[in-house]
């Protein structure tokens, strides 16, 4: 089990539209050995109150890569309502994004305990029990966080429920090498027709306690909206100790006017070849059409 240190955890916020409603994710991560949990701010104070039916998205970046995960569980804790049943929503991330694939629901019915009258108590409220919804290695939401970052749906059926806290624990095998991209750009940014520059910032961070020094090779390509591979930067060597972490900061990617126009995707590579071990992560961006 690795001792995990944290000087600063990479965290992202992502506004994203739903089906029945709009809900703002952020996540501070909270380490401990090979767990993972991760509170999740739903965009509003808590209680924070669900009605019936409506659906909220959850995108959340954990700040943290896995060689596997053993088990992924979604916890809340109600405060009130008189909703029946949590309804947990997943999809699984195709490698190919034109593949489309069926989301998985997973209800959990709301449990309450009624106690029985006192003379100091005479008419006692119902307590509402923890939600849980806890899966495995195989499954969609498991291999969705695999790379840190993942996506679920949440909803509550036959009325509604205020939640005092929610949060994702994740139990697994961190990572030696974390690696984290970030577009460094407003919401909704777009390279012009006529091309232009892309901001980002990137870090790698090493976590392999077994040495003190460990000697890393990155690189990166842009893959354009036709699939193709544009090499970006070649092999080079990134030296670290334990817990230390490689910075990137105010990098930028030169976007020519004869790029197509369309959906991009940087991607960065990470190796280490003494453990034969290999992470990635991407930022995307679109480039106009005029």
Not at 30 to 37: C, G, H, P, R
Not at 44 to 55: A, L, Q, V
Not at 70 to 88: H, Q, R, S, W
Not at 260 to 269: N, V
Request: charged share 25%; glycine share 6%.
């Amino acid at each position: 089990m690795k001792e995990l240190t944290i000087k600063k955890p990479l965290q992202k916020a992502v506004l994203k539209n739903s089906v029945c409603g709009m809900t703002l994710i952020c996540a501070s991560a909270l380490v401990q050995a090979d767990t993972i949990s991760t509170k999740i701010d739903l965009g509003g104070p808590f209680p924070f109150r669900m009605e019936d039916g409506i659906r909220h998205e959850v995108d959340l970046d954990i700040g943290y890569k896995f060689d596997s995960i053993e088990e992924i569980c979604i916890n809340a804790e109600p405060k009130d309502g008189d909703a029946t049943f949590a309804v947990f929503g997943v999809e699984s991330e195709p490698l190919d994004p034109s593949i489309l694939t069926i989301p998985l629901y997973f209800a959990v019915p709301i449990v309450y305990s009624v106690y029985a009258p006192t003379p100091e108590n005479p008419n006692p409220s119902p307590q509402i029990g923890s939600i849980s919804f806890c899966d495995g290695a195989n499954s969609p939401l498991a291999k969705n966080f695999l790379d840190g970052e993942g996506e679920f749906t949440f909803k509550v059926s036959g009325g509604h429920m205020e939640f005092w806290d929610f949060e994702l624990v994740v139990e697994g095998d961190v990572s030696d090498t974390q690696l984290a991209v970030m577009l460094d750009e407003p919401a909704q940014f777009s390279v012009p027709s006529y091309g232009g520059r892309v901001n980002y910032d990137a870090s790698i961070r090493n976590l392999d306690s077994t040495q003190s020094l460990v000697t890393l090779k990155q690189w990166s390509v842009l893959k354009f909206p036709n699939g193709d591979a544009y090499p970006i930067h070649k092999s080079r060597d990134i030296v670290l100790n334990y817990s230390e972490a490689k910075d990137f900061t105010r990098t930028y990617l030169n976007i020519p006017a004869w790029f197509e126009a369309g959906d991009y995707e940087l991607i960065w590579y990470v190796t280490d070849s003494s453990a034969e071990t290999r992470v990635k992560d991407s930022l995307y961006f679109t480039k106009s059409a005029d």
